[in-house]
T-cell receptor, first 116, second 112 residues
Framework: KAGVTQTPRYLIKTRGQQVTLSCSPI?????VSWYQQTPGQGLQFLFE???????NKGNFPGRFSGRQFSNSRSEMNVSTLELGDSALYLC???????????????FGEGSWLTVV | GESVGLHLPTLSVQEGDNSIINCAYS??????FIWYKQESGKGPQFIID?????DKRQGQRVTVLLNKTVKHLSLQIAATQPGDSAVYFC???????????FGAGTRLAVHP
């Protein structure tokens, strides 16, 4: 069974541009969450989706947004890119509803974003 | 890919020794904990998890211990191998969402 798939794996953008990252969860998983990973801040939660609804949001500015489609695939968008947005963006999926005990969460390989 | 943890604490062990990686978590209400392994250029890989109603759980060559009194989590790796070299993160989850709070990570370096 395929794991969490993220595209693109690597991309370079210019300040002020926007970017869209895509995530396909493990087949059958309906919960998708996004994380940002940087050397300085570590792994930080961005948002979580279940059944096309955002269930939880981290402490990031409104330039960061996301959505989930009916097939559970998810996208996140960052508008007006800043140099500090350079990071590894990770998508994770899990089977059960948010809050289900022992809801194992699996990560994709991430999308490396460099803003120049 | 770039390194995502340039200044992490490092645990150096000899191949074949046992490794113990420690983690202090922040929220006494957290009810679920996960250990992840992250190799350079890759995403976090699930290793083992434990619920808050347990204090020990064993997997293949790995054991997780949970001490809720002092909010401490540890990962024990038996007979450490060069392939175990990576950054290890603990993560906690609480409440009704799948939001994970990650620790800073520990780099494990295995020497032959």
């Amino acid at each position: 069974k395929a794991g969490v798939t993220q595209t693109p794996r690597y991309l370079i953008k210019t300040r002020g541009q926007q970017v869209t990252l895509s995530c396909s969860p493990i087949s059958g998983h309906r919960s998708v969450s996004w994380y940002q990973q940087t050397p300085g801040q570590g792994l930080q939660f961005l948002f979580e989706y279940f059944s096309e609804t955002q269930r939880n949001k981290g402490n990031f500015p409104g330039r960061f947004s996301g959505r989930q489609f009916s097939n559970s695939r998810s996208e996140m968008n960052v508008s007006t890119l800043e140099l500090g947005d350079s990071a590894l963006y990770l998508c994770a999926s899990s089977l059960g509803q948010p809050g289900t005990a022992g809801n194992t969460i699996y990560f994709g390989e991430g999308s490396w974003l460099t803003v120049v | 890919g770039e390194s995502v943890g340039l200044h992490l604490p490092t645990l150096s062990v000899q191949e074949g020794d046992n490794s113990i990686i420690n983690c202090a978590y922040s929220n006494s209400a957290s009810d679920y904990f996960i250990w992840y392994k992250q190799e350079s250029g890759k995403g976090p890989q699930f290793i083992i998890d434990i619920r808050s109603n347990m204090d020990k759980r064993q997997g293949q060559r790995v054991t997780v211990l949970l001490n809720k009194t002092v909010k401490h989590l540890s990962l024990q790796i038996a007979a450490t191998q060069p392939g175990d070299s990576a950054v290890y993160f603990c993560a906690e989850k609480s409440g009704g969402y799948n939001k994970l709070i990650f620790g800073a990570g520990t780099r494990l370096a295995v020497h032959p």
